[in-house]
């Protein structure tokens, strides 16, 4: 809204002159200063002067700010550790703890046809170099032991199917004259000498193909993870001859690349040095006055979004941890938000030789600053095992059985396949919690064809469509899909509440059984059950779990080439319902067709 101020414009003649002088009328005046910020000279801003420094020395008594430490900057380090050898750490950890067997001999019908051709492919091709043992090819292809079995009770595949009747005549079962003791006890001396030769190449190709142990199966099907047992030695103290065994334990562990967090340390118990033993422990020292020695400096620790310690310098807006959230009981987060922010330049970094496989234990680390003062750098984690005394990043946790004392402060180097390279899952089983049945299903999602292919395992089942009749029937069960695998909840003997796998009936009343090796086990090839099948009740939770079997391919340090199979568990997906339901009155008593 406009107003209009020329209507109380003050004019002359309202103003009552006669009664006060001409001279002494006055209107009033007002000049008004403004600053102007532009100017060609910025010296007098960027000097940021302090106006009141007295204002500002006392708030910083106040504060407690003139309450600080030495900080002189670290120039020098004298350090003096140990590099502990782990036991079987001439392999990588991935396959040697991962590694299930490439074929299970307790599946139904036979498995791995690709594997088992592969192998008689490749011993038909070592003999076939020696013109004597040439000739001795038909008594492997014909032999009946070797013969492939004739599966009626697992369905054939198309692609399995023309594999079986293409090679069945041509080749032989090489897993079975692999596994066979008796191999050669029919021919003469001289060809079993010449055939034992060639067997041991025939050995050397296989293991190198197929990564497998003595023990190719470190899973644990109750609690559904790898659990592997590592022992190394280190010495007691820095000069002497006392030695400690620590058994480490590999635990909850299911992921492709086992890491230092799935290390905890079991038991450790003393012993005396050996010439052997100390030759699995390196010392190395770094020291100032060494001649000869290279130097130890310590150097700053620089990370992305680091706040800038000058005044004038300004920090990197891609990472922005001034916006990372933490809730009060998120302690990793509050602690990584501490480090980054608060103590970002008071952390230093010192590159070490380590051994790959090894266990690194810092004996004395002494830092001299530029002051020319010597200060001795004590682990962080120096309380007691089972205490809250004890805290600390990259700490190996202790299983708590009273005799463990202090803390362990060394680091595990592992040795293993960074990042291996997985194939599709071969078999995969998903588990969910049915509430109204008050089950778990065990579904198996894909299956390995007697080919060594993947495939749904739903795929061999036909659905049934039915039409509503006339005549009422009982019926004592809804009819359950046949990868559909049940495990009701009960107590085990030993009081401890389990999930155990169960059967179902078919509409033929036939049980129905787990075509995939993951869920299969105490079951034989002719699915004689041998052995319960109990799963922890904690281990499976409301969201569900998944389990694949899949190839891992990956190469290690000296160039070999690991192929192993492996089990990975993955969160589920959720709850499900099949709808079961008992003793119902149906009318559906007819089938379309």
């Excluded at 910020?37 to 010296?43: A, F, K, Q, S």
């Excluded at 004259?177 to 025939?202: E, G, H, P, S």
């Amino acid at each position: 809204m406009a107003f209009d101020f020329s209507k109380f414009k003050l004019d002359i003649k309202d103003l009552k002159l006669d009664a006060l002088p001409a001279s002494r009328v006055s209107l009033p005046q007002w000049a008004r200063l403004e600053a102007r910020p532009r100017g060609t000279d910025l010296i007098d801003s960027l000097k940021a002067q302090v106006r009141d420094p007295l204002w500002l020395l006392c708030r910083q008594w106040q504060m407690g700010e003139f309450e600080g430490d030495d900080c002189g900057t670290p120039v020098y380090s004298d350090l003096d550790y140990d590099c502990s050898s782990i036991q079987s750490q001439q392999l990588p950890l991935n396959p040697l703890i991962t590694a299930q067997p490439v074929i299970n001999e307790n599946d139904p019908g036979t498995k791995s046809l690709d594997v088992r051709i592969q192998m008689a492919e490749m011993w038909i091709r070592i003999i076939s170099s020696d013109d004597q043992l040439k000739l001795l090819i038909p008594k492997f292809t014909t032999n009946p032991l070797y013969r492939f079995k004739e599966d009626t009770g697992t369905q054939l595949d198309e692609g399995s199917f023309g594999m079986l009747e293409f090679f069945k005549d041509r080749y032989f079962d090489g897993y079975l004259f692999y596994k066979d003791a008796k191999r050669f006890n029919t021919f003469t001396a001289v060809q079993r000498t010449l055939l034992t030769a060639k067997f041991i190449l025939f050995t050397q190709w296989y293991t190198r193909t197929y990564f497998q142990t003595e023990k190719s199966n470190n899973w644990n099907n109750s609690s559904l993870e790898y659990q592997y047992t590592l022992n190394v030695t280190e010495k007691v103290e820095a000069n002497t001859s006392l030695l400690n065994t620590k058994s480490i334990v590999v635990d909850e562990f299911y992921d492709p690349v086992p890491e230092w967090y799935h290390l905890k340390i079991k038991n450790q118990q003393s012993k005396a040095s050996t010439p052997l033993l100390l030759n699995g422990i390196k010392t190395l020292k770094y020291a100032k006055n060494s001649p000869g020695v290279k130097k130890l400096i310590p150097a700053s620790v620089r990370f992305s979004g680091m706040p800038e310690s000058r005044f004038w310098a300004f920090e990197e807006g891609g990472t922005n941890l001034a916006a990372v959230g933490a809730d009060t009981l998120d302690l990793g987060r509050i602690a990584l938000l501490e480090f980054g922010l608060i103590y970002s330049n008071d952390w230093m970094m010192m590159p070490i030789k380590s051994s790959v496989g090894s266990m690194v234990q810092i004996r004395s680390l002494n830092i001299t600053d530029s002051f020319g003062k010597v200060q001795v750098i004590k682990a962080a984690d120096q309380g007691i095992a089972n205490t809250w005394d004890k805290w600390a990043y990259f700490s190996l946790d202790m299983i708590k059985d009273g005799n463990l004392g202090k803390a362990d402060s060394s680091l595990p180097i592992l040795g293993v396949i960074p990042q291996p390279i997985q194939g599709e899952p071969i078999e995969e089983v998903v588990f969910q919690i049915d509430e109204m049945a008050n089950l778990v299903w065990a579904i198996e999602k894909t299956v390995q064809t007697p080919g060594g292919k993947p495939r749904e395992g739903s795929s061999g089942q036909k659905e049934k469509k039915r039409e509503q009749g006339t005549d009422w029937k009982y019926e004592p069960q809804s009819q359950v899909p046949l990868h559909w695998i049940p495990f009701s909840a009960l107590q085990s003997d030993t009081k401890q509440w389990v999930y155990r796998r169960g059967k179902m009936l078919s509409e033929a009343g036939e049980k129905i059984y787990p075509q995939t090796s993951l869920i299969r086990k105490g079951l034989s090839s002719i699915n004689q059950v041998e052995q319960v099948f109990d799963i922890y009740n904690h281990e499976l939770c409301r969201e569900g779990l998944k389990l694949k079997l899949r190839y891992n391919y990956g190469r290690w340090l000296n160039g070999e080439v690991y192929l192993w199979k492996a089990i990975q568990k993955e969160t589920g997906a959720g709850e499900g319902n099949i709808g079961l339901a008992f003793d119902q009155l149906v009318n559906f008593d007819r089938e379309s067709k």
